[in-house]
């Protein structure tokens, strides 16, 4: 029997030996530790053993299996150790390869200066309004004060996509939403789209953007107009601007007055940007038509209200010194990403 211990021992390092993973490793416990492995199978085996000799035996089994179990705990040391070098080296990073960019996107240059319009109007007390793209003769022309034979109103100038139904060619139809939908005070912008059946050219597009304003209140006169547009045009082109009025005509407004800003390129003694004169025309305005009120239901005797509309593409391309407004709705990305960073 104790030939037997001995040769089980031999038998059993030499095989933890050639061991090279963790699941042999495992097979090797069962092999020889488990319940039914061959150190359990040689204790079994004592009752065979002479009475006087079984101690020794017992303990020589015994000692066998402490020295298995030690070494088998020092081969999973060993060899979880490899194993965790191996999957280290395996998922390396090299910190020292070059990085890939992510390239980010940024706001339409429209949409900056739009961002600011809507900033220096606010801190005046304006709301944001929004309005429909698809509006309604009433809206758009109707209760604008617009006669029936306005040439605005003509198939070459208006997209109509029914009897009653067109695009609208000008923001000014949010006035009549929101006085509808609001009493005075009234002190609201509503920036848009807005469509006219124009032939495109460098300063001329199909589809454009206006920022129409509205603000209706009890005194309200032109001086204020002035005030409010003067503020927003050293806002937007800096403290030294000059803002000028000429009288205009719009069906909406009495009186009209179309509004120059002296041209922050040459600062009014002529240069390419302004064509020469020293001054750029911006936007339409004037005090809201007494007719146009009381078609809200209004009081004109009571209340009393200005409008404009801000033509953004000119105060984008004239700021930003673009020569052709086509630019800014071909989105080519070269000329985009000038805007951003
Ligand atoms: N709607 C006018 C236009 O498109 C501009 C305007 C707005 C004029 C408000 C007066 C008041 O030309």
């Given at each position: 029997?104790?030939?037997?211990?001995?040769?089980?021992?031999?038998a059993a390092?030499?095989?933890?030996?050639?061991?090279?993973?963790?699941?042999?490793?495992?097979?090797?416990?069962?092999?020889?530790?488990?319940?039914?492995?061959?150190?359990?199978?040689l204790?079994?085996?004592?009752?065979?053993?002479?009475?006087?000799?079984?101690?020794?035996?017992?303990?020589?089994i015994?000692?066998?299996?402490?020295e298995?179990?030690?070494?088998?705990?020092?081969?999973?040391?060993?060899?979880s150790?490899?194993q965790?070098?191996?999957?280290?080296?395996?998922?390396t990073?090299?910190?020292?390869?070059?990085?890939?960019?992510?390239?980010?996107?940024?706001l339409?240059p429209?949409?900056?200066?739009?961002?600011?319009?809507?900033?220096?109007?606010?801190?005046?007390?304006?709301?944001?309004?929004?309005?429909?793209?698809?509006?309604?003769?009433?809206?758009?022309?109707?209760?604008?004060?617009?006669?029936k034979?306005?040439?605005?109103?003509?198939?070459?100038?208006?997209?109509?996509?029914g009897?009653?139904?067109?695009l609208?060619?000008?923001?000014?139809?949010?006035?009549?939403?929101?006085m509808?939908?609001?009493?005075?005070?009234?002190?609201?912008?509503?920036?848009?789209?807005?469509?006219r059946?124009?032939?495109?050219?460098?300063?001329?597009?199909?589809?454009?953007?206006?920022?129409?304003?509205?603000?209706?209140?009890?005194?309200?006169?032109?001086?204020?107009?002035?005030?409010?547009?003067?503020?927003?045009?050293?806002?937007?082109?800096?403290?030294?601007?000059?803002?000028?009025?000429?009288?205009?005509?719009?069906?909406?407004?009495?009186?009209?007055?179309?509004?120059?800003?002296?041209?922050?390129?040459?600062?009014?003694?002529g240069?390419?940007?302004?064509?020469?004169?020293?001054?750029?025309?911006?936007l339409?305005?004037?005090?809201v038509?007494?007719?146009?009120?009381a078609?809200c239901?209004?009081?004109?005797?009571?209340?009393?209200?200005f409008?404009?509309?801000?033509?953004?593409?000119?105060?984008?391309?004239?700021?930003?010194?673009?020569?052709?407004?086509?630019?800014l709705?071909?989105?080519?990305?070269?000329?985009?990403?000038?805007?951003?960073?």
């Open positions: 029997m104790k030939a037997q211990v001995e040769s089980l021992r031999t390092l030499g095989a933890l030996a050639e061991l090279e993973t963790l699941k042999e490793l495992e097979e090797f416990r069962v092999r020889y530790l488990g319940k039914k492995g061959e150190v359990t199978a204790l079994r085996g004592m009752g065979a053993v002479p009475a006087e000799e079984r101690p020794a035996m017992g303990q020589l015994n000692q066998l299996r402490s298995l179990e030690s070494a088998l705990e020092a081969k999973e040391t060993a060899l150790s490899l965790k070098a191996a999957q280290l080296k395996a998922e990073l090299d910190v020292t390869m070059p990085g890939k960019a992510q390239t980010t996107g940024g339409h429209l949409n900056i200066v739009l961002a600011d319009l809507i900033d220096i109007f606010q801190s005046m007390g304006f709301d944001v309004v929004d309005g429909p793209e698809v509006e309604t003769d009433h809206y758009c022309f109707e209760a604008l004060n617009v006669p034979d306005h040439p605005a109103r003509d198939m070459q100038d208006t997209f109509y996509l009897e009653n139904l067109l609208r060619t000008q923001t000014s139809a949010a006035q009549i939403r929101t509808e939908q609001r009493k005075p005070p009234i002190r609201i912008i509503c920036p848009g789209r807005v469509f059946a124009d032939e495109v050219d460098a300063t001329h597009s199909p589809v454009f953007h206006q920022v129409e304003g509205l603000v209706v209140d009890k005194n309200i006169t032109m001086c204020d107009l002035k005030g409010v547009l003067e503020q927003f045009a050293h806002e937007i082109y800096g403290p030294d601007t000059k803002v000028r009025f000429r009288p205009s005509f719009f069906p909406f407004t009495e009186p009209s007055v179309e509004v120059d800003v002296s041209c922050s390129a040459c600062g009014g003694t240069c390419r940007v302004c064509k020469g004169n020293g001054w750029i025309e911006i339409g305005a004037g005090m038509h007494p007719n146009v009120l078609g239901g209004i009081d004109p005797e009571v209340y009393s209200g409008a404009f509309g801000i033509g953004l593409d000119r105060l984008t391309t004239t700021r930003y010194k673009i020569s052709d407004i086509r630019l709705f071909e989105n080519d990305q070269r000329f985009l990403e000038q805007f951003n960073g």
